[in-house]
Structure formats: C-alpha cells, structure tokens
Nanobody, 117 residues
C-alpha cells in the first residue's frame, strides 16, 4: 500500500501548481481522499477532502483555501489531485495525501511546495 505525491516545487506568489497523489496496492474508490499540509514549526492541517462516491463525492476545504484550491479524484487511475491557484507565501509547506476509510488511513511521504514573494 502506497501513496505517492508529486507536482510540488518552487513558484512565485500568484502562480499555480497541480499536485497529484497516486495510490498503489489498493483502490481509492471507497476512500475519502484528503490533502493536508505542514509548514515549519506548525501542526499539520487539513487543506481539502473529497468523499467517495458513496459520500456523493462531496468536497470540503479549509477556509483559507476556499476559492483558490480545488480537489478532485480520478478513481479509474487511483489518483487524487489538488489544483492550487493564486498561491501565497503562506501556502509554503509540505503537502501530504491521505486515504481514509473507517479506522484505516494511509499517508504519503509528502511533496514540498515553496511560494516565493
């Protein structure tokens, strides 16, 4: 079982990045998929989540990301995405992907996003 994030990097403020999270060893279709982030010296926080089809594929965002970030999933490819627009320096963090279902959860290793001012 593995989650692998990609797409991070260095971008100027106002720019965009698209993160991907590819799962292997299990199918994501019945899992709630989430993105979290952790900035230096801060606790890990929820960025966005998307439920499985059983949960109507509904999405949820942290207030500071609403209108700028979009989470989506492609179950056929066992991949979840995070489109990030209008990036700010305070979005700098390691971004982690999580798959959750009941008491089970899997985490990726994270991808660094750095936004320069």
């Amino acid at each position: 079982v593995q989650l692998v994030e990609s797409g991070g990097g260095l971008v100027q403020a106002g720019g965009s990045l698209r993160l991907s999270c590819a799962a292997s060893g299990f199918r994501i279709s019945t899992y709630t998929m989430s993105w979290y982030r952790q900035a230096p010296g801060k606790e890990r926080e929820l960025v966005a989540a998307i439920t499985s089809a059983g949960g109507s594929g509904s999405t949820n965002y942290a207030d500071s990301m609403k209108g700028r970030f979009t989470i989506s999933r492609e179950n056929a490819k066992d991949t979840v995405y995070l489109q990030m627009n209008s990036l700010k320096p305070e979005d700098t963090a390691v971004y982690y992907c999580k798959a959750g279902k009941g008491p089970f959860s899997y985490w990726g290793q994270g991808t660094q996003v750095t936004v320069s001012s």
